[in-house]
């Protein structure tokens, strides 16, 4: 589930004009800590952090969180270089919980041209979208709090 809360802050962001995202905690331990404590900020003593990978120094053991595996699908597969194309998303109930961003990449070194979609489903139920784009649809089911990504020509 927490993937799919940062998939879609992720999307917000992109869709609001931001070219990147960065995320500073990657690796915190079983307490959500060291905590970044400032009096000057108004933090209280346990300011609560998620990481991306959560460390266990007891058993030297590491967890990756869901926020890694949704990260894990942006870096794979939105390239550098990659140009966010804006996606006019259906008003429909079924798409309620559904956010996507779209990236267009043309591949250096030739005329080969390719389209991402990253879908994120922030709800617990598989729904039911389809994707418009040169006369073509795709339709796909995009499971529960998950992250689906598309890919064409």
Same mark, same amino acid.
Do not use: E, Q, T, Y
């Given at each position: 589930e927490d993937g799919a809360t940062w998939g879609h802050r992720i999307i917000k962001d992109l869709q609001s004009g931001a070219s990147g995202w960065i995320y500073w905690n990657m690796f915190l331990d079983m307490d959500g800590g060291p905590f970044a404590f400032s009096a000057e900020h108004n933090d209280g003593p346990n300011n609560w952090q998620h990481p991306v990978v959560v460390v266990d120094g007891e058993s030297d053991r590491f967890h990756l969180t869901?926020?890694?595996?949704?990260?894990?699908?942006? @870096?794979? *597969? !939105?390239?550098?270089? @990659?140009? *966010? !194309?804006?996606?006019?998303?259906?008003?429909?109930?079924?798409?309620?919980?559904?956010?996507?961003?779209?990236?267009h990449e043309k591949n250096h070194g030739d005329e080969h041209h390719s389209n991402v979609v990253q879908i994120v489903n922030k709800d617990a139920q598989e729904k039911n979208i389809a994707i418009c784009s040169d006369g073509y649809v795709a339709r796909m089911k995009v499971p529960g709090f998950s992250i689906t990504t598309g890919i064409w020509e």
């Open positions: 869901g926020l890694f595996w949704f990260l894990s699908h942006f @870096s794979r *597969f !939105v390239r550098p270089g @990659s140009v *966010f !194309v804006k996606v006019d998303k259906s008003k429909s109930p079924s798409h309620d919980g559904i956010s996507m961003a779209a990236f």
